[in-house]
């Protein structure tokens, strides 16, 4: 794994780092990718399905909910007239 | 004086019935404790503002005659749990100032009996570690030895209660989070099913595993507990519907021990202690068998590509817009770079990164579809073995709690310590952690047992026994 690795990672996780910590993530990472690695060793007959997985759906209920507005807007670290303020996107 | 740690749930809920001391008192007890030591330990994080008219409330339940084991019971939170108003900030300077919006399922539950909630309490961040020290706000330490970690990510919990300033506390699991601080402290923890106790409100690690736990000093205490937060709770899609929950364990008397699992790397005493934990049980009448768990040696690497690839995706969501750490920048990308580079913590931006690697076009296969197909192996062959044995046991950890700082630069080093908590994340069984002895320098040992899903009822059955024959002032 290279520097120009770890900074495409970051990038893909919108992740800002400095030079150093890239250095000494790259090492990290390293060092844990060497002892996962042993997976690739493992012989996996592949035909075990695992856990029966099934989404959990229901109708959208109109229901009253507990959730306090205020708590969420007080929370906004930016806000106009009530609402969320972001930076321009576009 | 109240004997605060001789004190169980029902000796407690005994006295508060008949009036030999009030909610209120009991509090003032252990908040005198926590006055006193929580400086050093920093178990808690915060002590809730309203936390007097809680136990307030509690005795009017004791006057109207409708309290419930756990009501007044003092209960210590991790700070990932959320409970309506209250910071909850996973550790994290990211959510450091975030207040949540709504009570977890765990916590309705527990304001619904009248528990008091006395605070939260420190963890790894995000819930990531092994011992604490990973947390924004400072490290944990240990009640039996202040020079050693409690274990982690829940130490802050465990700690609450190894130091009476909480009667009982919840913590969660991703991997041995509550079972290894229990074993680090000399408490009794229980990683449930998953499934069985609602994750509705719990901010998320790795939501395949993640599973709310509760910490006590006795088997009987994690029982109540347990028994108070099972249920079915339809905010929580993986909340298992009560007909899965239903199955009939007969008492447990054959104990499976994969042996072959921990020839090497887990250190002596340890070992000597577990031997003799098994050689207890089974002068006592329990029928231990050696087996063989191929597939489950696997099982920490597979746990750490699975759990960072969860890790990766799930913490995406705090990026400085609507709530916690805001970064001041000038394009929306770089708010999101700057909060996020600033807001999370070294082990947060390791797994991020790693997540993000096996999930990366190209490794996606070799990693994470090959961790997702040996889990799936995992999980079958204990299962499986399930059908010729009750449980199965280890130690809970390989090691005894190492010095504070001793791992935090080597991240293979402090993985290591949840070798043996991994299977049952993985496979999805309960497992129960159980003090065993202690060192000759007063350490405290522990041994692990895991059930077939849902069989807590085995678990309980086995930890009453250990209980009995395990003298706790045993040297090994």
Request: glycine letters at 8%; aromatic letters at 8%; one cysteine or more.
């Amino acid at each position: 794994m290279e520097i120009k690795d770890i900074e495409s990672l970051a990038e893909l996780a919108r992740l800002r780092l400095s030079e150093a910590e890239k250095k000494s993530l790259q090492k990290d990472l390293e060092s844990i990718l060497n002892y996962i690695e042993e997976v690739k060793s493992a012989q996996v007959p592949g035909q075990t399905e695992g856990e029966k997985l099934y989404n959990i759906w229901r109708e959208d209920q109109a229901l009253p909910r507990e959730y306090s507005l205020d708590l969420i807007t007080s929370q906004f670290p930016h806000k106009e007239k009530g609402f969320l303020k972001v930076k321009k996107i576009l | 004086m109240i004997d605060l740690e001789n004190l169980t749930i029902e000796d407690t809920h005994e006295k508060l019935k008949s009036g030999a001391y009030a909610c209120r008192e009991l509090l003032e007890a252990y908040l005198e404790n926590i006055e006193r030591k929580n400086k050093d330990l920093n178990a808690y994080l915060e002590i809730y503002e309203g936390v007097r008219e809680q136990a307030e409330a509690a005795q009017k339940e004791f006057e109207n005659g409708s309290a419930t084991l756990l009501t007044g019971i003092p209960f210590a939170i991790k700070d990932n749990i959320l409970v309506q108003g209250e910071i909850a900030s996973a550790g994290s300077k990211i959510l450091g100032n975030y207040r949540a919006s709504y009570d977890a399922g765990v916590i309705k539950k527990l304001k619904k009996e009248k528990a008091i909630l006395v605070g939260r309490t420190n963890m790894d961040e995000f819930a990531m570690g092994s011992s604490t020290e990973t947390s924004y706000y400072g490290v944990t330490k240990n009640p039996h030895d202040p020079s050693r970690v409690p274990g982690g990510s829940s130490g802050g919990s465990a700690v609450a209660v190894a130091a009476d300033m909480a009667l009982a506390a919840l913590g969660t699991e991703t991997c041995g989070s509550v079972r290894q601080p229990s074993a680090f402290c000399g408490l009794t923890g229980l990683k449930p099913t998953y499934g069985a106790l609602s994750r509705h409100g719990i901010i998320a690690m790795g939501n395949s595993l993640d599973q709310v736990s509760p910490f006590g000093k006795t088997v009987r205490d994690v029982e109540i507990i347990f028994e108070a937060l099972s249920f079915h709770d339809p905010e929580d899609a993986t909340s298992a519907p009560a007909e899965i929950r239903r199955i009939k364990a007969s008492p447990p008397k054959k104990i499976g021990v994969p042996w072959h699992l921990f020839e090497r790397g887990v250190e002596e005493p340890i070992l000597a202690n577990f031997k003799n934990s098994m050689k207890q049980l089974e002068d006592s009448g329990y029928k231990i068998l050696d087996i063989e768990l191929p597939f489950s040696k696997y099982s920490l690497a597979t746990y750490y590509i699975i759990m960072p690839a969860e890790v990766s995706t799930n913490l995406s969501r705090f990026d400085g817009i609507r709530f916690g750490y805001s970064a001041e920048a000038e394009t929306l990308e770089e708010v999101y770079r700057h909060s996020r580079g600033e807001g999370f913590g070294r082990e947060a931006r390791r797994r991020i990164l790693l997540g993000t690697y096996v999930l990366s076009h190209g490794y996606y296969d070799a990693y994470y579809n090959r961790a997702v197909a040996l889990r799936a192996e995992i999980r079958e062959e204990i299962l499986r073995t399930f059908a010729e044995v009750d449980l199965i046991a280890t130690p809970t950890t390989p090691t005894l709690p190492f010095k504070l700082g001793e791992k935090l630069d080597d991240p293979v080093a402090m993985y290591l310590s949840d070798i043996f908590s991994a299977p049952a994340n993985l496979s999805g069984v309960p497992s129960l952690a159980l003090p065993s002895g202690k060192t000759k320098e007063g350490l405290p040992l522990s041994a692990q047992f895991m059930a077939p899903p849902f069989a807590e009822s085995s678990l309980f059955a086995v930890g009453q026994d250990f209980e009995k024959i395990i003298s706790y002032h045993e040297i090994s």
